[in-house]
Nanobody, 116 residues
Framework: LQLVESGGGLVQPGGSLRLSCATSGSTLEEYATGWHRQAPGKEREAVACISSSGRSTNYADSVRGRFTMSRDTAKNVVYLQMNNLIPEDTAVYYC??????????WGKGTLVTVSS
């Protein structure tokens, strides 16, 4: 499974961005998918995830109510809509997929910078 993120960039506080993660090599229904981020000098943290069935979505407390994760199984693309961004959201955002034997797949990441 290959994962390629896009959509990062520079945005002012209060602004919005939508990240995309294009997958290839398999179908999304076989994987739980998630977004993680790593800020400078900090450990990588989970931001949001969707179960393989698509029926369950979970968010970190720090982004709940501001970020929305979704997926398009026809296109095999996963999205992260980020609204009301704050400087603390600045990080490299990574797309992740986990299969039924808990093998993890990662993209190379896309940088999001929130600054005025």
């Amino acid at each position: 499974l290959q994962l390629v993120e896009s959509g990062g960039g520079l945005v002012q506080p209060g602004g919005s961005l939508r990240l995309s993660c294009a997958t290839s090599g398999s179908t999304l229904e076989e994987y739980a998918t998630g977004w993680h981020r790593q800020a400078p000098g900090k450990e990588r943290e989970a931001v949001a995830c969707i179960s393989s069935s698509g029926r369950s979505t979970n968010y970190a407390d720090s982004v709940r109510g501001r970020f929305t994760m979704s997926r398009d199984t026809a296109k095999n693309v996963v999205y992260l809509q980020m609204n009301n961004l704050i400087p603390e959201d600045t990080a490299v955002y990574y797309c992740n997929a986990r299969d039924e034997i808990n093998a993890d797949y990662w993209g190379k990441g896309t940088l999001v910078t929130v600054s005025s």
